[in-house]
């Protein structure tokens, strides 16, 4: 298949809404954050980590699978990363 004879329609690659309570950490909560799962990030304008998968903007059907896998909190790299990928980044 080549991927490059195929004209493909746009798309959105930014599915991340950046709640409420992640606007409103300062750079000392995150850096706190950070901290607290061992993170180390570089890059311009990182993503803020998230504290919970429902800040992620998973639906119902999403939300309950990453339950029956048995994650009740991200994992240090699923909190940073997430909101990067979810950003299209």
């Known amino acids: 298949l080549d991927h ?3 004209e493909y329609d746009d798309f959105a690659t930014d599915f991340f809404e950046e709640p409420p309570e ?7 909560e995150v850096s706190v954050l950070r901290m607290k799962l061992d993170l180390r990030v570089a890059g311009f304008d990182a ?7 429902n800040q992620c903007g ?10 029956k896998a ?3 909190q991200p ?11 979810l950003s299209g980044r």
Do not use: C, H, N, R
């Open 4 to 6: 490059d004879a195929i």
């Open 22 to 28: 992640m606007f409103a950490m300062d750079d000392i």
């Open 47 to 53: 993503s803020k980590p998230i504290k919970a998968f």
């Open 58 to 67: 998973f639906d119902a059907a999403l939300m309950a699978a990453v339950k």
């Open 70 to 72: 048995g994650y009740m």
């Open 75 to 85: 994992t240090a790299i699923q909190a940073q990363a997430l909101p990067a990928i």
